[in-house]
Nanobody, 123 residues
Framework: RVQLVESGGGSVQTGDSLRLSCAAS????????MGWFRQVSGKEREGVAA????????YFSDSVRGRFTISLDNAKKTLYLQMNSLKPEDTAMYYC????????????????WGQGTQVTVSS
């Protein structure tokens, strides 16, 4: 079972950029899909972006499309989330996940989760 460790979170201001990383203990090809989710305390976890490891197709939530990009470096076994034009509403704990059934931003398709990294965007 792959282990996932996120990094790169921090405190930034509106309009800034951040790149999150997710280091995997095994090659991403072991799973069909890898993704990023976020959660604000007291709210449901939201799917942000996902990428198919079998063809590179990407999926984004409407709230981040055009601002965030997701990429996978198989050689480094690392998943990235480049976040540009950050807004205060992007503030959340961000989680990396892997799944092996179907690729989308729906949480039910992911079975392995990291511990999260906090992103805080101030106005």
């Amino acid at each position: 079972r792959v282990q996932l460790v996120e990094s790169g979170g921090g405190s930034v201001q509106t309009g800034d950029s951040l790149r999150l990383s997710c280091a995997a203990s095994a090659f991403a090809s072991s799973y069909k899909c890898m993704g990023w989710f976020r959660q604000v305390s007291g709210k449901e976890r939201e799917g942000v972006a996902a990428i198919s490891t079998r063809g590179g197709s990407t999926y984004f939530s409407d709230s981040v499309r055009g601002r965030f990009t997701i990429s996978l470096d198989n050689a480094k076994k690392t998943l990235y989330l480049q976040m540009n034009s950050l807004k205060p509403e992007d503030t959340a704990m961000y989680y990396c996940a892997a799944g092996n059934t179907y690729c989308s931003t729906y949480e039910k398709y992911f079975s392995v989760w990291g511990q999260g990294t906090q992103v805080t965007v101030s106005s």
